[in-house]
């Protein structure tokens, strides 16, 4: 089962959701099921004892695009 990434559409919230078959998420924060699938980004280790990692920034806008935020031009 996997474990997909979501941004709500109506309060902006984002969370982590198990799929089970034909599910449908729901946000957790407001009930709503207008979301966003998110990129989810696995968990690299690497040999390196520097752990730092560039992070990705969202497109900044304070409604939902619907264009999955930070990868829109991907």
Not at 62 to 69: A, N, R, S
Request: proline share 7%; charged share 20%; with cysteine.
């Amino acid at each position: 089962m996997p474990i997909y990434e979501y941004t709500c559409c109506d309060c902006g919230h984002q969370f982590e959701w198990l799929v089970r078959g034909d599910e449908k998420p729901v946000c957790p924060s407001c009930g709503r099921h207008q979301l966003v699938k998110r990129l989810s980004v696995p968990a690299a280790h690497r040999a390196s004892s520097n752990n730092s990692c560039p992070v990705q920034q969202s497109c900044g806008m304070t409604d939902c695009c619907g264009k999955g935020c930070a990868m829109a031009e991907w």
